[in-house]
Structures are given as C-alpha cells and as structure tokens.
C-alpha cells in the first residue's frame, strides 16, 4: 500500500508558484496581471542596475591593480582567474531570487469647482468693499481740493485788480517807491503809521499804489491810482463797471457824492470799490465788515 502510494506522488506532476506583486503565490502558467508585469519590469531594472554596478566594481579593481601605465600584475590575473562567475551565468547552478517591489501612489482628491468658486467670492467680496470705498473717499477728496483751489484763485485774481489793469505783488524794492500824484489818508493817520506805500501796479501799467490797515479788528489793504482819462465822461457808469469786475453789487448808502459798492465772497472775504479826490480806491478785506464801518471809514479819507 505504502509503494503504491509513493508511486502515485511520485508520478503526479508538481505544481511550480511564483510570487504576484501584492505577495501572494500563484500558479506560474497563471494570466499575469498589471500589477505582476510591472513589478516583474522593476526587478529586471534593478538586477541591470545590480550587474552594471558589479561591471565597474570590476573595472576598478582591474585599474588599481594595472598599475600606472596599464600593466597587470601576477595577482591581478589570479584575482580574474579566480573571479567568481557572472550571476546570470550557468556556472552558478542557482536560479535568480525574485524581488518584489511595491509602490503606492497618494490619493489626491480636488475640490468641487463650486467650492471653490464660492470660496473665493468670500474672500475677494471684503477687498471689493473696501476698494469702492477708497476709491469713493479719493474721488471726494479731490473734488473738494478743486473746488477750494478754484475758490481760492478767484479770490487772489479778484482782489489783486485795479479797475482795468492787474496789480502784482509788493516787493522789498517798491516799498521805499511812493506815489508821484497825490492820495488820501485816513484822518487821524499818517502813511509811516500805515507802514508806508507799496507799489503794486506791474511795470507798463497805470502807477498803483497800496497801504495796509485794520478796520475793525479786520485786516484790509487800500489800493488807490488816478482815474483812467475814460472815467471823466461818465464817472458812475464806468464806476459801477470795475465794482462789477470785483462782484461787488451792493451799493451803499454814503453822506458824499461818490458811490461805494461792496461785495462778499463764499469765505467772508470783501472787496469795496469807490472813487474820491480824481482816484480810483480799491479795498480788501479778509473778514466781513459792518456796512456803516465801510461808510465811515471812506468818508474819513482824505
């Protein structure tokens, strides 16, 4: 029985395995799978590498035992005779060991687009709110240093005329320069208390000349210069003209022949435009005066 049996295992074919890439052992006739060829392309990659490594180990060694110029030695020939055989060879009388490489690659999972679109609308909402508001505030700004500046200018051009010519600023050398015709003063002062004459007048235009004084706790400059030769024909029309050029449209109520007018701009400022003695009087103010104080303080010229 025992013959009988060790006869059957002997004549039943044996069963030869191999290894899959996750492990396990298969049948070797068995379909191989991805996962199989790929690993088998690794293994046949890495023994290349192994047996290319072991080539230049041998090159090397046969350098270092040439010598300088290239000569081999007796040792060296020994070494090679002796030299164990090629792995692959048949002289080994050993099947190459299988290795088994595995490799895993990370799972990346994206985001919806959806997401991320509402994602960066609530970032980028707060920036958009903000910028609306820089850039309104920056408008704002500037409309308002405009406006000002447009004000401004009016004001300088404005009080800087003498009826039909433009007077330029009082300068250190005019300020010793005084009128070649005669003016007038306030009564009770002389022009070394009102700080002297100043000529404002630009060089090539009717001579102009300007004093300052306080009227009122007010500062205001005094322009006086001769009638143009044109205002003899109708001193109250061509009058009325230049306080027209300075916007001064109020007409004041005065005990003397001659017409004052007044005018106010937006920041209290005025300008008084008048005619006493043959001369054309320009004032200025840097506040609002009392239309009475104005009255008196012409009649008190002389």
Same mark, same amino acid.
């Given at each position: 029985?025992?013959?009988?049996r060790?006869?059957?295992? $002997? !004549?039943?074919?044996?069963m030869?395995?191999?290894? %899959?890439a996750? /492990?396990? +052992?298969?049948?070797?006739?068995?379909?191989?799978d @991805?996962?199989?060829? &790929?690993?088998?392309?690794?293994?046949?990659?890495l023994?290349?590498?192994?047996?290319?490594?072991? *080539?230049k180990? +041998?090159?090397?060694?046969?350098?270092?035992?040439?010598?300088? &110029?290239?000569r081999?030695?007796g040792?060296? %020939?020994?070494?090679?005779?002796?030299?164990p055989?090629?792995?692959?060879?048949?002289?080994?009388g =050993?099947?190459?060991?299988?290795?088994?490489?595995?490799?895993? #690659?990370?799972?990346?999972? +994206?985001?919806?687009?959806? =997401?991320?679109?509402e994602r960066l609308?609530? #970032?980028?909402a707060?920036?958009?709110? $903000?910028r *609306?508001? @820089?850039i309104?505030?920056?408008?704002?700004?500037?409309?308002?240093?405009?406006y000002?500046?447009l004000?401004? $200018?009016?004001n300088?051009?404005?009080h800087?005329?003498?009826?039909?010519?433009?007077?330029?600023?009082v300068?250190?050398s005019?300020l010793?320069?005084?009128?070649?015709?005669?003016?007038?003063?306030?009564?009770?002062?002389?022009?070394?208390? +009102?700080?002297?004459? /100043?000529?404002?007048?630009?060089?090539?235009?009717?001579?102009?000349?300007?004093? %300052?004084?306080?009227?009122? /706790?007010?500062?205001?400059?005094?322009?006086?210069?001769e009638l143009? !030769? !044109?205002?003899?024909?109708?001193?109250?029309?061509?009058?009325a003209?230049a306080?027209?050029?300075? =916007?001064?449209?109020?007409?004041? $109520?005065t005990?003397?022949?001659?017409d004052?007018?007044?005018?106010?701009?937006?920041?209290?400022a005025?300008?008084?435009?008048?005619?006493? =003695? /043959?001369?054309l009087?320009?004032?200025?103010?840097?506040?609002?005066i009392? !239309?009475?104080? &104005?009255?008196?303080?012409?009649?008190?010229?002389?």
């Amino acid at each position: 029985m025992r013959d009988i049996r060790r006869r059957i295992s $002997t !004549d039943r074919p044996r069963m030869t395995l191999r290894r %899959s890439a996750d /492990g396990r +052992l298969k049948p070797a006739d068995a379909e191989s799978d @991805i996962a199989d060829i &790929w690993a088998d392309q690794k293994r046949i990659q890495l023994k290349e590498a192994m047996e290319k490594q072991k *080539r230049k180990e +041998l090159k090397r060694q046969r350098r270092r035992e040439g010598g300088f &110029w290239g000569r081999r030695s007796g040792a060296t %020939s020994k070494s090679l005779a002796s030299a164990p055989p090629h792995p692959g060879s048949a002289a080994t009388g =050993n099947a190459a060991k299988e290795i088994e490489i595995r490799l895993h #690659l990370p799972k990346v999972r +994206l985001p919806h687009p959806a =997401n991320v679109a509402e994602r960066l609308g609530d #970032l980028l909402a707060p920036l958009v709110r $903000t910028r *609306r508001r @820089i850039i309104t505030l920056v408008v704002i700004a500037v409309l308002l240093i405009g406006y000002l500046g447009l004000q401004i $200018t009016a004001n300088t051009k404005k009080h800087d005329k003498l009826a039909k010519t433009k007077t330029g600023p009082v300068s250190t050398s005019q300020l010793s320069q005084t009128p070649d015709f005669k003016t007038v003063l306030p009564i009770d002062k002389k022009i070394e208390d +009102l700080g002297g004459w /100043g000529r404002v007048s630009p060089a090539g235009g009717a001579p102009a000349f300007a004093y %300052s004084d306080s009227l009122g /706790g007010v500062h205001i400059v005094v322009t006086e210069q001769e009638l143009p !030769d !044109d205002f003899a024909s109708d001193l109250p029309g061509h009058l009325a003209k230049a306080a027209k050029q300075f =916007n001064a449209s109020k007409k004041l $109520t005065t005990t003397e022949g001659s017409d004052v007018y007044v005018g106010t701009s937006g920041n209290g400022a005025q300008s008084l435009v008048t005619s006493k =003695n /043959g001369l054309l009087i320009l004032m200025r103010s840097t506040a609002t005066i009392n !239309d009475q104080i &104005w009255s008196d303080y012409v009649y008190s010229l002389e």
